[in-house]
């Protein structure tokens, strides 16, 4: 009888020791499960924050360049608008007429600036300098772009008949080559219609021919 108790109280603590041996199993394999859940989900978190970002750096690269090509568009129309004013000795009438893209906004302004009325004004087209007075106004999807043109100076053409005329013997000199240049200076700022504001400005000085036919960027 005695012996019996004692194999029984032996099985029984070496019962004990083995559930005691698989609880400490079960605890460790738990923790690990749940540090390994904690590491992929730190690691997940950090892969979508990081993916956001590219996309919205992605996203504001792309609408600067929009912007960009806003106020490049704003150029090509301006040298368009001093080539025809140059050619009728007026803003055309299609220029201020509704619906007319881009919106001539100081007609009057515009065309004594052109023509030689009032030379080297200092305004601009950006709204946040003091004294921004844009001529015009250009549409474009998603943007609108302020245009500011200034005639700077003239002078004779290089090679031109007036040169020739005050005794130049320079390059592409004679009676024939050319007549007078007029300096614009083109101002355009372009902005984005959208909740996110991104703005673009563009400078550029030009030397037109008086009558118009052809202008060419300087500076």
Do not use: W
Request: proline share 3%; with cysteine; hydrophobic share 35%.
């Amino acid at each position: 009888m005695e012996g019996n108790g004692r194999e029984r109280l032996v099985g029984r603590q070496e019962e004990s020791g083995r559930l005691g041996v698989i609880v400490r199993e079960d605890g460790v394999a738990m923790l690990t499960v749940l540090m390994l859940t904690i590491i992929l989900t730190v690691i997940g978190i950090a892969a979508i924050t990081s993916t956001t970002l590219d996309i919205k750096m992605a996203g504001g690269e792309r609408m600067r360049e929009s912007s960009v090509n806003a106020a490049e568009a704003c150029v090509s129309s301006s040298v368009q608008i001093i080539q025809q004013t140059l050619q009728n000795s007026a803003i055309p009438t299609a220029l201020t007429a509704a619906g007319a893209n881009p919106t001539i906004l100081t007609a009057t302004t515009l065309q004594t600036e052109i023509l030689g009325g009032s030379d080297g004004n200092p305004d601009s087209a950006d709204p946040n300098v003091n004294g921004s007075a844009p001529n015009a106004s250009l549409a474009l999807t998603g943007y609108t772009v302020n245009i500011d043109i200034d005639r700077l100076y003239a002078k004779p053409k290089a090679g031109g008949s007036l040169q020739f005329a005050a005794g130049y013997e320079g390059t592409a000199s004679g009676a024939a080559g050319g007549g007078i240049e007029i300096y614009y200076r083109i101002d355009c700022y372009g902005r984005n219609t959208g909740a996110t504001q991104v703005s673009s400005h563009i400078s550029g000085v030009y030397a037109c021919v008086a009558t118009g036919d052809t202008c060419q960027r300087k500076i």
